[in-house]
């Protein structure tokens, strides 16, 4: 079982800093791809990064790349999303998820089984 609860996000100015953490309850963190996803109001969830399970891989999406960086302790159970030069449009909800395979392949939603509960990141102008 994987349980997923992030926390980090809040509301920040534009350049600002912020690194928001997933962490899992369960004993299969390490089983499993962990990626980032956020969604802004009246937009789809878009895929932002992830990270492999194994060789610890990443993908990111292009209007984060530079800026973000994905990372995970399995010793923690936690995978880390480091957003530096944040900007009013990378204002969303970001949600962690967790999938059963270790390829570099994100942005297909339905290959995510577990979810976690969503933090908000506000970036004003």
């Known amino acids: 079982q994987v349980q997923l609860v992030e926390s980090g996000g809040g509301l920040v100015q534009a350049g600002d800093s912020l690194r928001l953490s997933c962490v899992d309850s369960g004993p299969l963190f390490s089983r499993y791809k962990m990626a980032w996803f956020r969604q802004a109001p009246g937009k789809e969830r878009e895929f932002v990064s992830l990270?492999?399970?194994?060789?610890?891989?990443?993908a990111y999406v292009d209007s984060v790349k530079g800026r973000f960086t994905i990372s995970r302790d399995n010793s923690k159970n936690t995978v880390y999303l480091q957003m530096n030069g944040l900007e009013p449009e990378d204002t969303a909800v970001y949600y962690c998820?967790?999938?059963?395979?270790?390829?570099?392949?994100?942005?297909?939603?339905?290959?995510?089984?577990?979810w976690g509960q969503g933090t908000q990141v506000t970036v004003s102008s």
């Open positions: 990270i492999t399970r194994t060789s610890g891989a990443t």
């Open positions: 998820a967790a999938a059963p395979n270790d390829n570099l392949f994100g942005r297909d939603i339905s290959q995510y089984e577990y």
